[in-house]
């Protein structure tokens, strides 16, 4: 199926539809009539993020952290300063992104769930919805296994990740 702009009709890509995807998106908004779209409405792209209820984390290629708005900041107890340009393991502070080598770059990294979906989610332009998560978060004491469902969906050359801190419809 193809994938279009909803406001230009602009061809987005095709997408891959699993016959369980109750949720397939077919229309987005490409990068020209977004940012046409933030203009006239005389908003930033992290002003309109910081509207969104949910924490929502844009990553780049190699899991790299573009931006977070105001809820997954609070969520993960960072400033904007501190998640633009970082690595995700670093954002989320994964306990394995303190080992030598750094996120990505540990034996632990082939395994991780968020790396490997929001890799997967990019590169085949497929979402997923309400994936589980454990993640292994370096805390004062060591580190503690938190539960996180993920939910990520391709923009352009970027996906935006969903964090949902308990299993919803």
Known sequence: MKKQ?????????????????????????CEECATKLFAELDLSIYDFLDTLKSPVVILEDNATVWGANKAARALLGKEHGQVHGKLGGVVFECAYSYLPGGCGKTEHCAGCTIRNTVTHTLKTGESTRLLPVILKQKSKDGAQDIQLYISTEKADNVVVLKIDTQKCA
Not at 16 to 28: C, D, F, L, S
């Open 5 to 29: 702009c909803a406001w230009c009709s602009k061809a987005m890509g095709s997408i891959k539809i699993k016959k369980n995807n109750i949720r397939t998106v077919t229309h987005g908004i």
